[in-house]
Structures are given as structure tokens and as C-alpha cells.
């Protein structure tokens, strides 16, 4: 029989409640014993971890957030709070722990599984930032919410025949702005990984006014060189000769704070599922990640450090749309 525990760390994301209760049910399922930590590396440090059966799991499926509580924890980047993490899990007699997170978190249990403890990882965050994966939990359904508030914006913007920036999430990766602005029809996207000139911007803006379009749609990662309040000072200047009137929106968290939808659910259960697999199969040291369609482990040695590329693809397809 083996003993497992389970935590979330860094941004909570939409699904991380759905990973645990499955991490738990399929350990349970195999005989296992169970356990919560909470409040992330935090609770692994100063021994904040409690079993958990298929009960204390339950109704948790359908909601946001997470039941375990999540932080970022400077003690543990330094090698002696990952030793007395370690430490603490030993004295309990814990055999192996799965991370749900996202790049610091993982960053983390590469870190913990170098110095010899057996560490699964979970890929969650509303960034879809990591390698490893080509989706990550959360990111779904943060996407629908920057969705709706854009279909929203969309219709205040043509009553007043006003442009809207709406900045999202993503501080290195803009998979949300740029799926946001494909989906919801803007005519233009700004990246942290596309260097952009904010004179293409408003030359664009000039134009469609000048087309007659009732509105415009500008969604703007917030790690991209110029994001909303770059993008709004320097439009202040240049207000003469847009148009359009501008007003910014920044979504912020709202974006994470969501019910998880359909498939975050189901990529969490089947997240859940792989990391007790692995475990039992002794392979430590790996991310479960979801790659064409199946379930995969890669080694937290090839992702860390990394940060997934944008589409080409879709940056083109969104130039063809805008
Ligand atoms: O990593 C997820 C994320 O939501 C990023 O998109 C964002 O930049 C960051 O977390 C915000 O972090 P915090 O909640 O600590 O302000």
C-alpha cells in the first residue's frame, strides 16, 4: 500500500479542484492512502497535510478555486525549505507527491524530485505556458470567461461606435489573448512574444473608423511590451486622428475566478488518472501533460525553464481574420 500526497501551488486555475478529487479517487481505487496539503509548498514545509478519503473530495467537481488553498512560497527556492519539505513528508511516511501547477510549481517538483523524492506533476494554469502539454487545466475555461466579457464589450462599443483594448491574462505566453482575439473577432492582437508598433495600431484603427465600423475589438496580453495603459497613453496622444473613442478594460483575475467548464473537468480527471498511473508504475520525475488526444508523461527535466511557443499558425490565421 502506498501513501501519496496531493497539492496545488501558484495561480489556481479553473479545474484544480476537478484534478484533486481525481487524484484522490484513483489513488483510493488502487488501495492507496490519500493525502491533502495545504496551501501549497507553504503546507509542505511547515506540515499542513491531512488524509483525505473519496468523501472529503465530494462536491467539489464543479467548482473554482481550489479546496487545498494555494500560494507561492519563497522558503521553498531555497534548498533547506525543500529539505525540511522533505523531510516532513518522510516522517509521515509519504512514498510520493503530485503537484498541480503551473511553470514556478513545476519548476518546484523538478526541483524536490532532484534531491531523490518520487514527484508527479499535474500541468494547470490559465497561461497554457508549459511544454510538455499542448493544453494545460484551466486554461478553457479562463478563455471562455475573456470570451464573453469581449462578446459583451463588442456590444457597448458598437452603441457608441467606440474602440475597447481588453487586456487579459499571460505574462510570457499569449495563447489567451490570441485565442481570445481570434475568437471573439478582434481587429487586433497584442503579444508579449510579437514585437509591435503601436503606430500599426492606430493606422489600423483610423482605418476601420474610416471603413464605418461600429466598433473595435484591440485584446492585449498583459506581458506584451505595450498592454492596455501603454497602449492607452499613447493613443492619448494620437487621439485626433483615431476616430474611434477608446476605452480600456482590464479583466484581470475575473479570468481565473470561473466554474470549471466541460472540458477542464474531463482534461483534470484524466490528469488525475495519469499521475496516479505513473506512480504506480514508479515512474517519478515527469509531467502529465495531454498530447494529440492522449495522455502523456515527459521528464520535468525537458520543461522547466521552458515556456511554451506561440502558433505561428494562429498568428497568421488572426492577421488573415483581423
Ligand atoms: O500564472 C497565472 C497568472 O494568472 C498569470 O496569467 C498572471 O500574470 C499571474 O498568474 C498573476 O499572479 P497573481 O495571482 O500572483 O497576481
Given at each position: 500500500m502506498k501513501r501519496v500526497a496531493?497539492?496545488?501551488s501558484g495561480g489556481d486555475a479553473p479545474g484544480m479542484n476537478a484534478a484533486i478529487r481525481s487524484v484522490v479517487r484513483c489513488g483510493v481505487s488502487k488501495g492507496w492512502d490519500m493525502y491533502g496539503v495545504r496551501k501549497g509548498y507553504a503546507g509542505l514545509i511547515s506540515g499542513n497535510i491531512q488524509q483525505l478519503g473519496t468523501r472529503d473530495v465530494g462536491g467539489i467537481l464543479n467548482k473554482g478555486g481550489t479546496i487545498l488553498g494555494s500560494a507561492r512560497c519563497e522558503e521553498f527556492k531555497t534548498e533547506e525549505g525543500r529539505l525540511k519539505a522533505i523531510r516532513g513528508l518522510s516522517q509521515m511516511g509519504i512514498d510520493a507527491l503530485v503537484v498541480i501547477g503551473g511553470n514556478g510549481s513545476q519548476t518546484g517538483s523538478y526541483l524536490l524530485s532532484e534531491l531523490g523524492f518520487p514527484v508527479v506533476g499535474i500541468a494547470?494554469?490559465?497561461d497554457n505556458d508549459l511544454t510538455g502539454t499542448e493544453m494545460t487545466i484551466g486554461v478553457d475555461t479562463a478563455l471562455n470567461i475573456a470570451l464573453e466579457a469581449i462578446d459583451r464589450l463588442k456590444v457597448t462599443a458598437s452603441s457608441h461606435q467606440r474602440a475597447f483594448l481588453i487586456e487579459v491574462m499571460g505574462r510570457k505566453c499569449g495563447y489567451i489573448a490570441l485565442m481570445a482575439g481570434i475568437a471573439g473577432g478582434a481587429e487586433y492582437?497584442?503579444?508579449?512574444?510579437v514585437e509591435t508598433d503601436p503606430e500599426e495600431v492606430a493606422e489600423s484603427l483610423r482605418l476601420a473608423y474610416e471603413h464605418g465600423k461600429a466598433h473595435a475589438i484591440i485584446v492585449v496580453a498583459e506581458g506584451a511590451k505595450y498592454n492596455a495603459e501603454a497602449l492607452t497613453n499613447y493613443f492619448e496622444k494620437h487621439k485626433d486622428r483615431l476616430g474611434f473613442k477608446i476605452r480600456a478594460t482590464i479583466l484581470g483575475h475575473?479570468?481565473?475566478g470561473g466554474d470549471p467548464g466541460a472540458f477542464d473537468r474531463i482534461l483534470a480527471s484524466r490528469f488525475g488518472n495519469?499521475?496516479?498511473?505513473?506512480i504506480d508504475r514508479g515512474e517519478f520525475g515527469v509531467l502529465v501533460g495531454l498530447n494529440k488526444g492522449k495522455i502523456t508523461t515527459t521528464p520535468l527535466k525537458d520543461i522547466v525553464g521552458g515556456t511554451k511557443q506561440i502558433s505561428q499558425e494562429m498568428v497568421e490565421l488572426a492577421r488573415k481574420l483581423d
Open positions: 496531493v497539492l496545488t494547470s494554469t490559465i492582437i497584442l503579444l508579449p512574444e475575473v479570468q481565473r495519469g499521475a496516479i498511473e505513473a
